[in-house]
């Protein structure tokens, strides 16, 4: 569970915000706030029972060391063992306003609750090999584990496992949301990530995914009015009515499934289009009502295929491109979509992003090069779910529902997407992916992706 909304910084761009903090205010008057936010959040999951604080030699440390404070002073049996002498300036001032002993981190018996402050933000190295043990066996000893801001073990900027323990039941992120939160290892070892705001002015571009805010369609709106969404049907039709069906659900006021078919599948309300060709597509695509267009579930990697695809990249309206349209452009995405003057979107899979672009740095970092190269906005799906606008801005979306693992919930995803951009929405990218992760849960386990579309409805409802 990922706060929603929350801002998200790189470990560069946490210690720059609190630098402009810290001179507006002593840095002891900061850290005495998260400390104070720690004990909160110990004290609600502790219970009364006995508490182990784990406390480094940085930053991390000293907020442990304001925790411990905290909660002994409210009455709490707390002790406090550390894997050194603090090592800044503001974590000894904490450390000597410990009242308590201080044992060492290789001498602890474990308790019921286990605080790890040891490593937070800013970990770039493998734990050293005599601290990673010791914290696992607490960890898995423990009841109840929070981590202050990061589990130790985890590297800020992208996810990666340093060396993070398993079972860590919470994690309360200090300021802001951190990459590792999102991404990568720190999807199943950060468990319930719980925010601290503690004073520290924040601005950024990354953002966790939040729950839209839509509109109801007016007294005077029109099938026309709500969105025209053309979806193109390819060598493997039911793709491409998943993709339609998810469009009407999702709002569209007119879908179009476009192709060779004979009529038959899909929804009453659904329109068929006969096309043949990406001539026929071509000239179909000329209609100016049409505020959005699909292409890329089930369609083929054939001449037919490509044919489509560049009937559709020509076309001067807005384009989804999923599927094997993604892989029949492959590492030439960026030249054919630079040319184009209406917007696009892009929704790959790691094999299809791995496919088409060239890339290093964090999947965050990863995707905002795509988006910038291709001019094109990137949903680089997955359990963490990456969307990056060509401005660099970015949401991302974790811990949705792992029975998305299965066929066609990508194309209900670009059709839902394609409702959006034909209605209009300034924000579909981020709004699509909260309806379908929103429409997951509401199918519960084991579903298939036939049941997603029938699922949106629902989910627009908690958004009006």
């Known amino acids: 569970m990922i706060p929603p909304g929350a801002p998200i910084l790189t470990a ?25 936010a720690v004990a909160r959040e110990v004290a609600r999951f502790a219970r009364g029972a006995p508490i182990l604080v784990l406390a480094g030699p940085g930053n991390n440390g ?21 894997c050194g002498e603090p090592g800044t300036a503001v974590a000894r001032a904490m450390h000597a306003r410990w009242d308590g002993e201080v044992g060492s981190l290789y001498q602890a018996r474990p308790r019921p609750m286990l605080v790890d402050g040891l490593f937070g933000t800013g970990l770039t190295r493998p734990l050293e090999r005599g601290i990673a043990p010791v914290l696992a066996e607490l960890v898995a000893a423990a009841r109840f584990s929070l981590a202050i801001d990061l589990p130790s073990g985890l590297a800020t900027d992208n996810g990666a496992d340093l060396g993070v323990p398993r079972g860590i039941g919470a994690t309360l992120a200090l300021g ?53 969404v053309v979806v193109v049907e390819g060598d493997m039709p039911g793709a491409a009515r998943l993709a339609a069906r998810a469009a009407m659900a999702g709002g569209a006021g007119y879908t179009v499934l476009a192709g060779a078919g004979d009529g038959g599948g899909g929804p009453d309300a659904l329109v068929r289009q006969r096309i043949a060709n990406g001539d ?22 054939d ?18 491109l999923d599927g094997d349209a993604l892989t029949l452009l492959g590492k030439s995405a960026a030249a054919w979509l630079q040319r184009r003057t209406a917007a696009t979107w892009l929704t790959p899979h790691s094999g299809e992003f791995d496919r088409m672009f060239e890339h290093e740095g964090s999947k965050i970092d990863q ?50 997407l394609a409702a959006q951009v034909a209605a209009g929405n300034k924000n579909a990218a981020e709004t699509a992916v909260w309806l379908h992760a929103r429409a997951a849960a509401l199918a519960g386990p084991a579903f298939i992706a036939d049941a997603l579309p029938m699922h949106l409805p629902q989910a627009i409802s908690e958004c009006l």
């Open 62 to 82: 000293g907020d442990a060391y304001v925790a411990a404070r905290l909660l002994k002073a409210a009455g709490h049996d707390v002790a406090v063992v550390a």
């Open 367 to 416: 995707t905002i090069v795509a988006a910038s190269e291709s001019h094109s906005t990137v949903i680089h799906k997955g359990p963490d779910t990456v969307i990056a606008s060509p401005r660099g801005e970015v949401r991302v979306l974790a811990g949705a529902s792992t029975w998305l693992s299965t066929a066609g919930t990508g194309d209900v995803l670009a059709g839902a």
């Open 176 to 228: 802001a949301l951190k990459p590792a939160h999102v991404l990568d290892a720190g999807l199943e070892r950060c468990g319930h990530v719980l925010f601290a705001d503690i004073g520290i002015p924040v601005e950024s571009d990354w953002r966790s995914v939040s729950r839209p805010h839509l509109v109801a369609p007016g007294a005077r709106a029109h099938k026309y009015s709500r969105g025209l």
């Open 303 to 320: 001449r037919r295929a490509e044919g489509l695809l560049k009937a559709a990249l020509n076309a001067n309206l807005p384009l989804v």
């Open 12 to 36: 560069a761009r946490m210690r720059a915000a609190e630098e402009v903090a810290f001179r507006r205010e002593p840095q002891e008057q900061v850290m005495e706030r998260a400390g104070a």
């Open 280 to 301: 026929d597509l071509a000239d179909f695509l000329t209609e100016n009502r049409i505020g959005a267009v699909v292409i890329g579930p089930g369609l083929g990697r």
